[in-house]
């Protein structure tokens, strides 16, 4: 082979490495993504039941409930429209009323949110920034509860 | 006082930056060599200044000086030692000024230790850090001040957050930006080269020893991040494919394909464009890894409070960095003459599809880490992509690669057989088959990936030593001779034997705990037990605790297996003063053969706690593996040929007086 052969070889070898990459990525993408809402968005949406998706809003005062064992119920809320979660399993650390979160999961036929996870973050000043913008969208986010 | 020094000596080390970077290049430009030697000159000043500015932040830290608005947000008097220590880079303003001392670190390093490079070169080099230090130093002078006072200096500080009050949390941001840093060298380098229109042995020798260094760093740090994330936040698992994980992983991927490119131009003299293409990758990633943690644009379990617009700040910086030197590269690349033959199948071919693999890899987890971004900002959808992306993309790209390593070494330069290389390995494939029969056999409730991946870390670590084996001629000739060879072998050959190794052994923990992890989640009372994995795990009840700067509960527990005690083991729930935030301490019982894992939840209605527990076999093995990948680098940058002599492109032109 020719020098100017050997480069094609490389070249096209190349490309068709990345194109299959390429077409797994995409595959895998539009498989796997996972999207955001606030409980307004559910609503307004019309998610389909048991498509898997994020909630994030507030955890609404006095909503969690401890259910048997390591059951924990609470209500998610943008200020406008809430949204009941159940979760089975250990809540994260700086989880609290009144306070952010992000929970993951379905939700069932009877308009309940049944998280797998629900997320926690490292600092207690911090807003996950996806709820932050939301909530500022709609008018409803307080600078006052960001402290510094 | 003390903090004013240290403030006046990062604006002093701004402009010595911009000295270093202008001075140095126009010298070299116009061949004027006493006046590159100024720039030489600047680049141990700038160290001088920015460790001095860094010594202030430790001494404020240090003497809580609460007048320093950092120091107030971010420490406490009651704080251990070593917490104040790493609060000094525990927090934003205080890790980009870690950042730049790393940096001037580096280009001091260049300067001084680079008496074999011509003095071109070396200037430019030198000019090119310190262009990256310019800017990275206006962005802290100008957005991150770490020396602002506030008056009145209140009493008592905020407190570092209590999850990163952990030891190899505290040296962590060190060793990734050693490494994320470590690369600017390999850019600078390939921007010098491009400016010089020259690459060729000499230089990739330059190189390859600070690209080593840097993915010698960048592996311990994100092994030491991942070991944290482990132990320390409690969901047991040891990596969330978290854009902030990923933003560390794409470096090192790129770092990974760069010390193994830059073989192939010191030893063949080819594939010279695309190594100073790779350089300027690896470091993009960097900046932008720097960028992505920064300013708070990703969501991520690992960010923390940030301030949108720097992010504004340091994404202009990558758009000059990357930018600049990929126009750079546009246009100077092609007058680079092209370098020796090679048949597809060959030594240099094997080095070619492991950076091909490794780019495309690298794509992939570009692809999902900012794709979510992407979308935000033309659809206004808010996605998250999860580890299912990353497991269905990196997984099948990373695969091809890993059973190509044991191969890549058996291959001959220029024109290689890879029949006669499988039949060097003939022995490691069989065992490696065998392994895999065997975990069929056993069939420990796994999907077909169990078998076939532990064969693969089989036949990685088998691959390794026949690679070893065969250097030094084991069993062929006689043992003395072997172990003469053993000695006379080059260390960056054993290094990278144990490179490749290590990679096998760490393949083997993650397709352990991703396959075989037993996780029970039960509320438990005082005196009640829960099976886990063949143990029995007894919560036997909750003490009341104190520590330095935290109250809280410990919850005992004890570990049977039958009969036989284990452990006890104690996680605790902790209440950190004075910011009142509450964090969870596994109580961890570690072996070889996997961890039993126990964290202690909230408490439940009957008096009881919910429990998680987990089996998580050969767990050890990720971070075992990873220090040998470690250990392998460190033994390959020991090795003399980068050290004496080898690297002397210029040394007769040199001897001229440039009069």
């Known amino acids: ?148 | 006082m003390i903090a004013e020094i240290g403030h006046f000596a990062l604006i002093l080390a701004t402009g010595v930056a911009l000295y270093q970077f202008l001075v140095p290049l126009y010298a070299a430009q116009r061949g004027d060599r006493a006046l590159m030697r100024t720039g030489l000159t600047a680049s141990v000043l700038q160290l001088a200044l920015i460790a001095t500015a860094f010594a202030a932040l430790t001494h404020a830290y240090l003497v809580s000086d609460f007048s320093v608005q950092n120091v107030f947000e971010n420490s406490h008097s009651a704080k251990p030692l070593l917490y104040k220590i790493s609060g000094v880079w525990g927090n934003h303003e205080g890790s980009m000024v870690l950042w730049v001392l790393i940096l001037a670190l580096y280009g001091a390093a260049v300067a001084i230790f680079g008496e074999n490079l011509p003095l071109e070169l070396r200037s430019r080099v030198v000019a090119i850090q310190g262009s990256i230090g310019l800017a990275f130093l206006l962005f802290i002078v100008l957005t991150s001040n770490p020396f602002m006072r506030i008056e009145p200096p209140p009493i008592e500080g905020n407190g570092l957050n209590p999850i990163l009050q952990d030891p190899a949390l505290a040296f962590h941001p060190p060793f990734l930006y050693a490494g994320y840093v470590g690369l600017s060298i390999a850019f600078a380098f390939a921007v010098a080269a491009l400016i010089d229109g020259r690459v060729d042995a000499a230089w990739a020798r330059w190189v390859r020893p600070w690209t080593l260094a840097a993915w010698v760093f960048l592996t311990i740090g994100i092994a030491m991040g991942s070991w944290w994330a482990y132990y320390e936040l409690g969901w047991g698992g040891w990596w969330f494919w978290d854009p902030v994980e990923n933003a560390s992983f794409m470096p090192w991927l790129v770092a990974t394909a760069l010390i193994h490119s830059a073989i192939v131009v010191e030893k063949r003299n080819a594939l010279k464009i695309w190594t100073v293409l790779l350089s300027i990758l690896a470091f993009s990633l960097s900046l932008m890894g720097t960028f992505l943690v920064r300013s708070g644009v990703l969501t991520s379990v690992h960010a923390f409070a940030v301030d949108p617009e720097r992010g504004l700040f340091i994404l202009i910086i990558l758009c000059i960095f990357i930018g600049g030197s990929l126009a750079l590269f546009a246009w100077r690349a092609p007058m680079m003459k092209a370098g020796g033959l090679f048949a597809p199948v060959s030594r240099e071919g094997s080095l070619v599809m492991n950076n091909l693999l490794l780019c495309v890899a690298c794509l992939a987890v570009f692809v999902g880490t900012l794709y979510p971004l992407a979308l935000e900002t033309l659809s206004g959808e808010k996605i998250s992509v999860g580890p299912p992306y990353f497991n269905l993309t990196f997984g099948p790209i990373i695969l091809p690669l890993l059973l190509l390593v044991p191969i890549g070494p058996f291959l001959a330069w220029k024109r290689g057989d890879a029949a006669t290389a499988l039949r060097r390995l003939w022995i490691s494939l069989a065992v490696a088959v065998a392994v895999g029969l065997v975990v069929l056999a056993l069939n420990i409730r796994g999907p077909w990936l169990a078998p076939f991946g532990m064969a693969l870390a089989a036949w990685l670590v088998l691959g390794a030593l026949t690679d070893l084996a065969s250097r030094i001629a084991l069993f062929k000739a006689p043992l003395a001779t072997s172990w003469h060879r053993i000695i006379g072998l080059p260390r960056s050959a054993i290094g990278g034997i144990l490179a490749h190794g290590g990679l096998g052994v760490m393949i083997a923990g993650i397709i352990a705990i991703s396959l075989w992890k037993i996780e029970v989640i039960v509320a438990l009372k005082p005196g009640e037990a829960a099976d886990v994995g063949g143990y029995s795990i007894t919560f036997i009840g909750e003490t009341p605790l104190t520590g330095p700067n935290f109250t809280g509960r410990a919850g005992r527990f004890l570990v049977k297996e039958g009969d036989r005690e284990v452990a006890t083991l104690v996680s605790e729930k902790r209440e950190f003063q004075p910011s009142g935030m509450p964090t969870t301490e596994v109580g961890l019982h570690q072996t070889l053969a996997g961890d039993i894992y126990v964290v202690m939840g909230d408490a439940t209605n009957d008096g009881g706690r919910a429990i998680r527990m987990y089996f998580n076999p050969l767990v050890n093995f990720i971070w075992l593996g990873t220090f040998i990948m470690f250990l392998g680098g460190l033994l390959s940058l020991s090795d003399r040929r980068y050290r004496v002599g080898a690297p002397k492109r210029h040394v007769a032109a040199q001897a001229v007086p440039a009069e």
């Open chain 1, 1 to 148: 082979m020719t020098r100017k052969q050997k480069r094609m070889t490389m070249i096209l070898g190349g490309l068709a490495v990345l194109g299959i990459a390429a077409g797994i990525m995409l595959y895998a993408l539009s498989g796997t993504i996972t999207f955001f809402y606030t409980p307004s968005e559910i609503t307004e949406e019309k998610v389909s039941p048991g498509q898997r998706l994020r909630l994030g809003g507030l955890v609404e005062e006095g909503s969690w409930i401890r259910g048997e064992g390591t059951m924990s119920t609470f209500v998610v809320t943008d200020t406008i429209k809430t949204i009941k979660v159940t979760y089975n399993g250990q809540l994260p650390d700086l989880f609290r009323e009144g306070q952010g979160v992000v929970a993951e999961g379905i939700i069932d036929g009877g308009g309940t949110f049944v998280a797998d996870t629900v997320l926690a973050k490292h600092d207690e000043n911090y807003m996950p920034k996806e709820l932050a913008d939301s909530l500022k969208e709609k008018g409803v986010w307080n600078e006052g509860a960001k402290t510094q």
